[in-house]
């Protein structure tokens, strides 16, 4: 398995992990429990970001040996042993459709009833934008004013936004935005961990249809779901990842930057390092 499919599987199995659900997660066969030291426990250091991480396949592949649900802790466990036919994984079959198109997954993700988010939901928001963006903007959730009228980022924040991306020398129509959940969360909460687990496989096929250059995640909610972390947004923000073919860069959220208007500086520098590598030149006034 190459380092980015490999990257895709630990990725669901931290979000197993969460959940309780890890150990069916995994590939089980006859050889894999064979040797005596497959069942001792590893070792393996927990993801540290106190250093900048500047790949979400690497900040994962060092969390792997320490989650319960990975093989090196889970092989020769009391659990019952069960052999699964070789093939591919449930998330990369989930993931990767060919030729697959924004329009194709929303009529996958239907009027969803997956997660308990749609119980109180006014609309549904699944993005808006330009399908072949050069850059997509990941917020975390739908708010009111975006549970009402099925568009992302159309309340204050979304305005704010707006602004932003005019500085940037673009328009709303230029880019892509949506979020990591597609229904709003009560009161405006963040989304729980299993939320996100049902709605991010969503999120990353509208990501792999679209193929941007540069990803912009919007507060920390859409940055610890894509980097698999749950470090805080101030360890990383305005750091490069790479992302499944993408950059990758976290900012504050418009809703944030609204409360504290002096951090406007900290993300109007996060946004010249991606124009700069969109190569736009800021909006001249």
């Not at 066969?29 to 106190?50: D, F, I, L």
């Not at 993700?109 to 399908?131: D, M, Q, W, Y």
């Not at 679209?210 to 698999?228: D, F, W």
Request: glycine share 8%; net charge positive; proline share 7%.
């Amino acid at each position: 398995m190459d380092s980015a499919k490999r990257s895709r599987v630990e990725a669901w199995l931290q979000y197993g992990d969460d959940l309780g659900l890890g150990p069916y997660f995994l590939t089980r066969t006859e050889s894999a429990v064979s040797s005596p030291q497959a069942a001792e426990p590893s070792s393996s250091a927990s993801m540290n970001m106190a250093s900048p991480v500047k790949s979400p396949e690497k900040s994962v592949a060092a969390a792997a040996g320490s989650m319960p649900g990975a093989p090196s802790r889970m092989v020769g466990s009391s659990l019952p042993i069960i052999s699964v036919a070789p093939g591919p994984t449930l998330f990369e079959a989930a993931e990767r459709v060919v030729g697959e198109t924004l329009e194709d997954i929303r009529a996958d993700l239907g009027e969803c009833t997956r997660c308990r988010l749609h119980k109180a939901r006014t609309k549904l928001v699944f993005g808006v934008g330009n399908p072949k963006a050069e850059l997509v903007f990941v917020g975390e959730g739908p708010g009111h004013d975006e549970d009402v009228q099925g568009e992302p980022f159309v309340g204050r924040a979304g305005k704010l936004l707006t602004q932003m991306i005019e500085a940037m020398s673009l328009r709303r129509e230029d880019v892509y935005i949506c979020n990591v959940v597609k229904c709003r969360p009560p009161e405006n909460r963040l989304p729980d961990k299993d939320e996100i687990a049902v709605c991010s496989p969503f999120l990353l096929r509208q990501l792999t249809s679209i193929q941007p250059k540069v990803i912009c995640c919007l507060g920390a909610c859409s940055a610890q779901t894509l980097l698999a972390t749950n470090q805080g947004i101030s360890r990383f923000r305005g750091e490069w990842f790479d992302f499944r073919g993408s950059k990758l860069i976290a900012t504050y959220h418009p809703a944030y930057l609204l409360r504290n208007p002096a951090a406007k500086s900290e993300v109007w520098k996060d946004l010249q390092k991606v124009m700069a590598v969109l190569g736009l030149q800021p909006k001249k006034r």
